[in-house]
Each structure stands twice: as structure tokens, then as C-alpha cells.
């Protein structure tokens, strides 16, 4: 069980439209899942403060957490970490910064690719793997907002699986398009709530009910604040001020689920049904910034 946080008033507002009023959804062990009244933005209905969240990462425990339990694995499954790496290379610059660092794989990568990098992570454990597996390289503990970096002085800027912890993801991605030099590249991945598969999962709330229960925890849970729709992230990453390059489905490797082997056989069948549907789990964007 998750520890009741401190929720901000000021962030129980939609940050793709603005909109003041979230409904409430639907109830889970955690705490209420609301949509916007205005576009329909799926998030937490009560925002947490924003250093209570960040202080619930850090004391995370790397090997509770499923992100990280297989990321070796599914690193080489990524295609996309090496497409945005192709993308920016095609650029002089070469200062990349990822944010949610886990425990490295992407930027090993970058570095053994002449990239100058650095990282921020919150997490205790996955800092002290970065740094001995990259010595010398900067990885910060504190967020993106709080951390020191000039304006205007990073040329490029990942954040995979990242942007549905934040609890102002408008406010984060604002300073991101601040640090970044015109022309910089971004790239973000995160879920896709507009997938079979939370298809499936509400119309068992209805249907079923013990087996979305059974379900919910993947689904939800009291790390994630936002869910986004491909509609709905790309909409927000526009009125920042990103130019979108690419925005694609993909779906989660079978080697990151922790489930067991009968549930990782259906989970392929539902994968080939997301595909033919355009409904993937995970979705991927490559955004410029404008000048």
C-alpha cells in the first residue's frame, strides 16, 4: 500500500487543455482515476505535490518496481532508442540528456556512440549503476525543474517512460524546451491509454469485475499521474512549441512483463490484434523544437 501523499490544488487541472474540472472515473486502491471535463485527458483525479511524488521515486525500490527488472533485456528490443540516436546525429551537436536514467542502457548506448552525456534518476540504486558503468558522467538526483542546467545549452533530450510519473507534465516539458538549443531534438515514450488493451480493461470493470481487479495494478498504479492518448500527448508536445518529426505505436517487449508464461502467450495474441487495430500499448514521439 502506497502512503496517502499531500495533494496540490494548484495542479488538479488538466495540462493539455487547462480545464479546472476533473471528474472521477472510477476508484482504485490508490486513490480516484478522473478525466478531464473538457478533452478527456484519463489522470489522477487527486494530483499530488509535486516533491511528495519525487520523494515516493526515490525511496523506491528498484527490484519492487517492474520497469527495471527486465530493462537488459528489453533494451535490445527497442528500436527506437537507436532511431532517435540516428536522428540526432544527423545534428553538429552531441550533448544528449536523458531524464529517468533507470540503470543506463540508453545512455551506454549514446556514449558508445560519441554522444556527451548526462542523466537525471531519481532512484538511489539505479545512480550508483549509471556511475560505475559510466564514470565521470553527470547523473542528477534532483528533477528536471530543480536541476542546473543553462538555458539553451543541451542539443538533445530523451525521456522514456517518464512523462506519465510527472504531475505537471506541461510545466516539465516547458523547461525542457528551455534547455533545449533551437533545432534540438526530443524524444518521449509512454503508454498509450487509447490501446486494446484499456479497452478490454474497462469493459471488464463492467463486465467482470474480479478480473479487472485482477488486471488494475498493470494498469494503474499510484506512480503513474497521467495517461495519454496518442491524440493527447501529441497535442500537448505542439502547444509547447515542439514540431513533431515522428509519433508511432510499439508495443512493451514480452521480455519486460513480469507474468507468467500463460499470460505472456496471451499477451502476444492481444499484441497482434493491437497491431492490426492501430491500438497499440506504447506509443513513441520525435519532436523538434521550433526556433
Not at 560519441?114 to 540504486?125: K, L, M, N, R
Not at 471488464?204 to 495494478?217: D, E, Y
Not at 501529441?234 to 508495443?251: D, P, T, W
Amino acid at each position: 500500500m502506497t502512503p496517502d501523499l499531500p495533494i496540490d490544488e494548484r495542479l488538479c487541472r488538466c495540462a493539455v487543455c487547462g480545464c479546472k474540472v476533473i471528474r472521477h472515473w472510477f476508484r482504485t486502491d490508490f486513490g480516484a482515476i478522473g478525466r478531464c471535463a473538457s478533452c478527456g485527458q484519463v489522470l489522477r483525479a487527486d494530483q499530488p505535490q509535486r516533491d511528495a511524488h519525487v520523494r515516493l521515486h526515490q525511496s523506491l525500490n528498484p527490484l519492487d518496481f517492474p520497469y527495471e527488472i527486465h530493462s537488459e533485456a528489453a533494451f535490445h528490443e527497442l528500436t527506437f532508442y537507436r532511431a532517435f540516436l540516428d536522428l540526432c546525429a544527423g545534428q553538429a551537436g552531441r550533448k544528449l540528456l536523458d531524464i529517468g536514467t533507470g540503470t543506463g542502457s540508453f545512455l551506454r548506448l549514446a556514449a558508445s556512440r560519441g554522444f556527451e552525456v548526462a542523466g537525471i534518476e531519481p532512484i538511489a540504486q539505479n545512480r550508483e549503476i549509471v556511475e560505475r558503468s559510466l564514470k565521470g558522467v553527470r547523473i542528477e538526483s534532483r528533477p528536471i525543474e530543480e536541476a542546473e542546467f543553462d538555458p539553451a545549452s543541451i542539443d538533445h533530450i530523451s525521456m522514456w517512460d517518464v512523462i506519465e510519473h510527472l504531475v505537471d507534465p506541461r510545466g516539465t516539458l516547458v523547461r525542457i524546451h528551455s534547455l533545449l538549443k533551437p533545432g534540438g531534438y526530443l524524444g518521449v515514450a509512454t503508454l498509450n491509454h487509447a490501446s486494446l488493451m484499456y479497452v478490454i480493461f474497462h469493459i471488464w470493470r463492467w463486465t467482470v469485475p474480479p478480473l479487472a481487479r485482477q488486471f488494475a495494478g498493470k494498469l494503474y498504479n499510484p506512480y503513474h499521474t497521467y495517461y495519454f492518448s496518442k491524440r493527447s500527448l501529441a497535442r500537448l508536445i505542439e502547444q509547447v512549441g515542439f514540431e513533431i518529426l515522428e509519433h508511432h505505436g510499439y508495443e512493451f517487449p514480452i521480455s519486460r512483463l513480469d507474468v507468467s508464461s500463460t499470460i505472456k502467450t496471451g499477451m502476444r495474441a492481444l499484441y497482434v490484434l493491437q497491431g492490426l487495430s492501430q491500438m497499440e500499448g506504447e506509443q513513441y514521439v520525435f519532436a523538434r523544437k521550433c526556433a
